[in-house]
């Protein structure tokens, strides 16, 4: 297998963030407010990333990274490895189980593996360009639904920005008279992770970090669906992603463009 070596570096570094998740969550963590009120940080997010950039640095000392947390940014490396340490911050301070670790290593702009680690969902994605994508072993397939309005699509309202949140309420309107389905789970990367898996048909978000779906995107091109990632029109320095079992790939774009690429916003 291609990328065999940096797959099991990959995995042992999400298993132990998963291990750091879990101590905290048994015994306690302090949380710090970011750049919004609802932006959140703990101890945790800061020691998960720390194993995680250790062990990747033990066996790949010459690779970069870009990471969330302690302004981890690459200066030109061919190698990156693209770090969320704890994707769903604010469910993990909640207790609420949908939160992971994602790891996943670019290598000349191309995402080549992908670890997503859910320690209470108990769930472990993984893929490696070219050679699939699976969950605990098993290989993963996306949905074979083929209509927007038989979709269950995975979407957001934001709590951090105002016009991000007014678009997206605007698209999730359209997409409930289509009628569609949807869910706010609230991890990126795990919502990616159900498209992967046929679990959930579509996902779409107007404005995201690079390190909250390196490794989803991944999965979700492994598994045989689609993914478009662009440069946001909402808000700067933040990327967009609509992406599906590729079957409603076309109809999903159509609804949302309608409302990301609104002219009167400029």
């Not at 132990?16 to 703990?42: I, P």
């Not at 038989?150 to 359209?174: P, Q, V």
Request: overall charge negative.
């Amino acid at each position: 297998m291609k990328f065999e070596r940096e797959l099991e570096v990959a995995k042992e570094a999400a298993r132990k963030a998963g291990e750091v998740m879990e101590h905290y969550q048994e015994n306690g963590f302090s949380v710090e407010r970011k750049k919004t009120y609802n932006d959140l940080v703990t101890e945790a997010d800061h020691e998960a990333q720390e194993v995680i950039v250790e062990t990747i640095e033990d066996e790949f000392p010459e690779d970069g990274f870009l990471a969330e947390e302690n302004d981890l940014r690459p200066e030109g490396e061919e190698r990156v490895w693209v770090i969320d340490p704890i994707d769903g911050t604010k469910n993990f301070t909640h207790g609420f189980p949908f939160y992971c670790s994602s790891i996943a290593l670019k290598e000349a702009g191309d995402v080549k593996v992908g670890a997503i680690i859910s320690p209470p969902r108990n769930e472990f994605f993984t893929a490696v360009r070219g050679e699939g994508a699976w969950l605990d072993g098993e290989k993963l397939e996306v949905s074979e639904v083929g209509d927007l309005k038989d979709s269950l699509i995975i979407a957001r309202i934001s709590d951090m920005y105002e016009e991000e949140r007014d678009i997206e309420t605007d698209f999730l309107r359209d997409l409930l008279q289509q009628p569609s389905t949807f869910r706010r789970p609230g991890s990126a990367a795990l919502d990616l992770g159900q498209v992967a898996a046929g679990r959930a048909d579509g996902h779409a978000l107007v404005a995201i970090n690079e390190w909250d779906i390196a490794a989803g995107t991944l999965l979700i091109e492994e598994a045989g669906g689609t993914v478009r990632v662009q440069d946001s029109d909402v808000v700067d320095g933040y990327l967009e992603i609509v992406d599906s079992n590729g079957r409603i790939q076309d109809s999903l774009m159509e609804v949302f463009d309608r409302y990301a690429r609104d002219q009167d916003r400029s």
